[in-house]
DNA sequence: CCCTAATCGGGTAATTAGGGAG
DNA sequence: GGTGTCCTAATTACCCGATTAG
C-alpha cells in the first residue's frame, strides 16, 4: 500500500460481493446485467466488482442509535 | 486463507428475523421503518439485518437484574 | 496434464415490499 | 399503538449442466 500511483482498483469475485450484501451470487449477477454495477469481464466471461463502487452502494445506514444528542436543537 | 478480519456481518433475511423472534415478517419490516433494526438494503430493495444486531435484542443472556426494559424512546 | 471450487447460462418456486382494512 | 392477514408486482433463491479460474 505505500504505492500512491495504484491504478489498479480492487477487484471483487461476485461471491465476494454476494456476501458483503447478503444475496446469492446469481443476484449479483442480475444486477450486473441490470447495468446496476460496473462489472468487468475475465477473457472466459466471468465478472469481477469493483470493490470501492461495491462498498459504497452498501449504503452506510447505520442507526443513528443517539449518540450524543446535538444541543442547541429545538428539541 | 487465515483470515483472521471476518468484518463481514452475518446478515439476515427477513424470514430468519421472524423465525428468531416468533413474529411475521411484515412486523420486521415495520421495526426497520420504525429504525429500531438496522437495516442493510439490497439494489433490489429487499432488507437485510445484522446477525449480531438481532442476536443483542433476543439477549439469551440472563442480563443482570432488571430485564432490561429497552426504553430509547427519547424521541 | 488433472483436480476442486466457483461462475457462467436459463428456468421455476419462494420470499419480500408496499398499501390497505380488520 | 402495535400486530397478523389479504392482495399484486417485483425481487430473490435454488435447480440443472457446462465452462472457467487457479
Redesign the pocket.
Known amino acids: 500500500m505505500t504505492d500512491l500511483r495504484n491504478d489498479e482498483p480492487e477487484l471483487l469475485?461476485?461471491?465476494?460481493?454476494?456476501t458483503l450484501?447478503?444475496?446469492?451470487?446469481?443476484?449479483?449477477?442480475?444486477?450486473?446485467?441490470?447495468g446496476r454495477l460496473t462489472?468487468i469481464?475475465?477473457?472466459?466471461?466471468?465478472?469481477?466488482y469493483v470493490g470501492s463502487e461495491v462498498r459504497a452502494l452498501i449504503a452506510p445506514r447505520t442507526t443513528p442509535r443517539v449518540t450524543a444528542r446535538v444541543s442547541l436543537g429545538t428539541e
Chains 1, 2 share one sequence.
Open positions: 469475485t461476485p461471491h465476494e460481493v454476494a450484501f447478503g444475496v446469492d451470487p446469481k443476484t449479483v449477477t442480475r444486477w450486473a446485467r441490470a462489472a469481464r475475465t477473457l472466459g466471461g466471468h465478472r469481477r
